[in-house]
């Protein structure tokens, strides 16, 4: 029986993700981020295709490597302005019945005691369909604006561990069962003896009180996590439910699922219960011609300084320094470690490499980074993530957009029939919350 794969899909409130330069794009409606309609029916197209989730990525602070400015992001659209994802949720649960909501929340700057009833309320308003991403936020930007200092990298896990202890003291033993009487006669709401003090007190944390919210659906939200360094998967191993690969190659992304399920069996966890989900970007034509041409269009509309921004935020390297020789050896590095890129190969069919300029290097990462982009018919495509999953070991894909409505559009009515009917996604939702609709 093939394994089933699980569908999310990736989206930002803003204009531009990963795809610089692509608001351009005729048709590509980016200023609908502002818009409530958009994501009531966002939502209601997901579950139409019966996706598993809508997942909310998000930042705090701006891109600003690049230049030693934020002017690139500022005009290309690029992660900024961003709006608050949360507050769309319960209005998209309110217009659909199974999907699943992830939001990303920062253990960096958002206090447990706070964010633990905000998840709690999501998790009740949208009847146990909520998930959290746990990001360690890393933008200084966003330090600045916090007044704070940056902590370095290992010590954000280390104060993540212990952000997850007070959070799950509070969702999962401030409230006993029963707890909640609603006794009407005996005018008792809830039973005091029922509800406990959590008294922790830690290296990073404070909080010796009661949980604010009557336990959720779910009392914790499904757990996601997207760290990939050594550190980042050491707390994805202990703490995460799912987790979010971005754009790896077929050999990073085999290594990192069998890496973390090892250390997650180490923790005493079923590692078949940690569940990975690596980011695609699929250019869908009716005809492998026609696959090709709009990739072709799409690239046009790419901004080299764009994708250099993106790159030098997540290498830490202000790439408006470097040189198109650097830049041809930083991609041909990556491949060595990674094996051939699709796009990569692209590029190299149509012109070779000697002649390549930053401009045209720059597009190498115009679909944010190696390994994401997935380009053909329905029936390629699914081809493509079948065997990528049967590869790896993956448990389905984030599926990002290039153009927005439009791909998820595509990915819905034309791809998804596909899986289908190989028996690989889902035709009808299972009962009950998100984890249970997840992991069974």
Known sequence: MAKRMRLNAVEMANPVQDNAGLWLYPGNRVERYKDLDYWIELAQTLERGKFDALFFADILGVYDVYQGSRDTAVREGMYFPINDPSYAIPAMAAATEHLGFVLTASLSYEHPYALARKMSTLDHLTDGRLGWNMVMSNLDSTARNYGLEQLDHDERYNRGDEYLEVCHKLWEQSWEDGAVVRDRINRIYADPAKVHEIGHEGKYFKVPGIHLCEPSPQRTPVLFQAGSSDRGREFAAKHAECIFLNAMTENET????????????????????????????PVIGDTEEEAQQELHNLL??????G??????????????????????AFIRKGEQRSGTNYLFEFFKRNGGDEEWGIEQLSKYFAFGGVGSLRVGTPEQIADQLEQFMDHTGVDGYNIAYATRSETFEQFVSKVVPVLQHRGRVQKEYATGVFRHKLLG
């Open 300 to 305: 046009a509309y790419s901004s080299p300084e």
């Open 307 to 328: 994708a250099l921004s993106l790159l030098s935020v997540w290498t830490g390297v202000d790439f408006s320094t470097v040189s198109s020789d650097d830049l041809l």
């Open 254 to 281: 085999k290594f990192l699922v069998q890496d973390i399920r090892q250390r997650a069996e180490r923790y005493g966890r079923n590692p078949e219960e940690v569940l990975f989900f690596p980011k695609i970007n």
